[in-house]
């Protein structure tokens, strides 16, 4: 679509001297959650480019998607919901199972922001927001907007987790972390350490060791599900979650309540020895890892398969969180600030999973409006 169009780039100081550009509400982040909730707000009426925008940080559309690694395909990832008023399957033909998941959804979204016109604005990186004169002041790297709300949909790949260990300096290896993994034929011939237990490490450890030694190190025992997933499952595990956000707790993923689901792929990883778990390590090594006891093991690479924490560090002026690093969580489907109403965090917490982010659009873009006066 035609957007109406941003003043010229201009270097970081004249930007700021400028007046900055006003808009009722704005998404940071066109991933699912972004793009879910630019659908709800343009269907309730509002007017897009200009009573609400999206800001994207990234060059192309496809969210995070756009990044993983190439081996993700279609038969492997997770499954990939519709967003709201267009399918998945309108686009990329799901018999076409072998597609990289990272060509497949950005091609559904961006046939999905042209059909539905999506005020979608990229490159952009919004650097901070913070309180001024009752309303919101978003700067980026490129113009400076005042915002009477935002729904802020910057998910989690920006910020990966990894654990802090003894001597994580002195390993002469190579560490990754799953935000860095592209395929396992550049690990052929070297010893992985895979620490983490969710699908991802799991994805992991399936390919590489089908091609190199492997060892699988968690913090936790790993929970397998031998019967399929139901929806009634989904429930009581966002609901698990939802408390949780409600009572300002830090909220983990949804897959941490759900457990891991037996795939043929990883009956076939277990029947070759691939998934026998071992207890997490005390302090890594020159040339490797070593447990309490004095058991050492020699690795080439540590694969960190331990998650991400949520891309939040741009609201940090507005002191949403907690002590414990919580944020205390309102609305119908939890996805607005109690500390501040007019900060709707969607895809966070039980709004973390493709189907709860588009449900959480929709409660935040209509909650938001109705706050603000827009409808």
Same mark, same amino acid.
């Given at each position: 679509?035609?957007?109406?169009?941003?003043?010229?780039?201009?270097?970081?100081?004249?930007?700021?001297?400028?007046?900055?550009?006003?808009?009722?509400?704005?998404?940071?982040?066109?991933?699912?959650?972004?793009?879910?909730?630019?659908?709800?707000?343009?269907?309730?009426?509002?007017?897009?480019?200009?009573?609400?925008?999206?800001?994207?940080?990234?060059?192309?559309?496809?969210?995070?998607?756009?990044?993983?690694?190439?081996?993700?395909?279609?038969?492997?990832?997770?499954?990939?919901?519709?967003?709201?008023?267009?399918?998945?399957?309108?686009?990329?033909?799901?018999?076409?199972?072998?597609?990289?998941?990272?060509?497949?959804?950005?091609?559904?979204?961006?046939?999905?922001?042209?059909?539905?016109?999506?005020?979608?604005?990229?490159?952009?990186?919004?650097?901070?927001?913070?309180?001024?004169?009752?309303?919101?002041?978003?700067?980026?790297?490129?113009?400076?907007?005042?915002?009477?709300?935002?729904?802020?949909?910057?998910?989690?790949?920006?910020?990966?987790?990894?654990?802090?260990?003894?001597?994580?300096?002195?390993?002469?290896?190579?560490?990754?972390?799953?935000?860095?993994?592209?395929?396992?034929?550049?690990?052929?011939?070297?010893?992985?350490?895979?620490?983490?237990?969710?699908?991802?490490?799991?994805?992991?450890?399936?390919?590489?060791?089908?091609?190199?030694?492997?060892?699988?190190?968690?913090?936790?025992?790993?929970?397998?599900?031998?019967?399929?997933?139901?929806?009634?499952?989904?429930?009581?595990?966002?609901?698990?979650?939802?408390?949780?956000?409600?009572?300002?707790?830090?909220? #983990?993923?949804?897959? %941490?309540?759900?457990? /891991?689901?037996?795939?043929? +792929?990883?009956? @076939? &990883? !277990?029947?070759?020895? $691939?998934?026998?778990?071992?207890?997490?390590?005390?302090?890594?090594?020159?040339?490797?890892?070593?447990?309490?006891?004095?058991?050492?093991?020699?690795?080439?690479?540590?694969?960190?398969?331990?998650?991400?924490?949520?891309?939040?560090?741009?609201?940090?002026?507005?002191?949403?969180?907690?002590?414990?690093?919580?944020?205390?969580?309102?609305?119908?489907?939890?996805?607005?600030?109690?500390?501040?109403?007019?900060?709707?965090?969607? #895809?966070?917490?039980? %709004?973390?999973?493709? /189907?709860?982010?588009?449900? +959480?659009?929709? @409660? &935040? !873009?209509?909650?938001? $409006?109705?706050?603000?006066?827009?409808?």
């Amino acid at each position: 679509m035609d957007l109406p169009a941003l003043p010229p780039h201009q270097p970081p100081h004249e930007a700021v001297a400028r007046a900055s550009i006003k808009v009722d509400i704005m998404v940071i982040g066109a991933g699912q959650a972004g793009l879910s909730s630019a659908y709800h707000l343009g269907k309730l009426g509002l007017r897009p480019g200009r009573n609400f925008i999206v800001l994207d940080k990234n060059g192309r559309p496809g969210g995070a998607w756009q990044h993983r690694w190439p081996s993700l395909t279609l038969s492997t990832v997770n499954r990939v919901h519709d967003l709201p008023g267009m399918g998945f399957s309108e686009v990329v033909a799901l018999g076409e199972s072998e597609v990289r998941a990272s060509v497949a959804v950005p091609d559904y979204f961006a046939a999905y922001e042209e059909k539905f016109r999506l005020p979608v604005y990229r490159p952009i990186v919004v650097k901070v927001v913070c309180e001024r004169l009752g309303r919101l002041r978003v700067e980026t790297d490129r113009e400076v907007f005042s915002a009477g709300g935002i729904i802020n949909a910057t998910g989690t790949w920006e910020t990966p987790q990894i654990p802090s260990y003894p001597g994580a300096d002195l390993f002469e290896g190579r560490q990754l972390h799953s935000r860095d993994y592209r395929t396992a034929t550049e690990l052929a011939g070297q010893h992985v350490v895979v620490v983490g237990s969710g699908i991802s490490a799991l994805q992991h450890l399936d390919e590489i060791s089908q091609l190199t030694t492997t060892s699988w190190v968690t913090r936790r025992e790993p929970q397998f599900r031998d019967r399929s997933f139901t929806p009634e499952d989904g429930r009581a595990a966002v609901a698990i979650v939802e408390d949780k956000v409600r009572n300002g707790l830090v909220p #983990g993923s949804v897959v %941490s309540v759900t457990g /891991i689901p037996w795939t043929p +792929a990883l009956r @076939a &990883a !277990a029947a070759r020895g $691939a998934l026998r778990r071992l207890p997490m390590f005390s302090e890594i090594t020159a040339h490797g890892v070593r447990w309490p006891d004095g058991t050492e093991q020699r690795a080439d690479v540590i694969l960190w398969a331990t998650g991400f924490r949520s891309s939040l560090d741009h609201l940090a002026p507005l002191q949403l969180r907690e002590d414990n690093g919580g944020i205390v969580m309102t609305g119908r489907l939890a996805t607005e600030v109690k500390k501040d109403p007019r900060i709707h965090l969607v #895809g966070y917490g039980p %709004s973390a999973s493709t /189907i709860g982010a588009n449900r +959480a659009g929709a @409660a &935040a !873009a209509r909650e938001l $409006a109705v706050r603000l006066g827009l409808i």
